[in-house]
């Protein structure tokens, strides 16, 4: 079993920023890619930014040049740095980790950007 802890949401003003971490315990063995997803309300759930084999990246191009993925492999973890936050940008935000081609989500963070 893979169990995934994500932290770092939070209220913020536009302009601001958060750090959002995924944490991945239990049996890992081989990631092929870790990545942020977000869902607003009335929405789907949407990529956001993806790390692959641990360093190709990937990004969505509403996000391009403001959030940037990355990924600790010795502490299995996977953050997204996120600034000049805007309001469109306020979703739940999920991590999803792909282990020998096996999806694992997050239980999702809240991030609401105010204006």
């Known amino acids: 079993q893979v169990q995934l802890v994500e932290s770092g949401g939070g209220l913020v003003q536009a302009g601001g920023s958060l750090r959002l971490s995924c944490a991945a315990s239990g049996s890992i063995f081989s990631i092929n890619a870790m990545g942020w997803y977000r869902q607003a309300p009335g929405k789907q759930r949407e990529l956001v930014a993806v790390?692959?084999?641990?360093?190709?990246?990937d990004y969505a191009d509403s996000v391009k040049g403001r959030f940037s993925i990355s990924r600790d492999s010795a502490k299995n973890t996977v953050y997204l740095q996120m600034n000049s936050l805007k309001p469109e940008d306020t979703a739940v935000y999920y991590c999803?980790?792909?282990?020998?081609?096996?999806?694992?989500w997050g239980q999702g963070t809240q991030v609401t950007v105010s204006s």
């Open positions: 790390i692959i084999s641990g360093s190709k990246t």
């Open positions: 999803k980790v792909v282990i020998r081609w096996q999806e694992y």
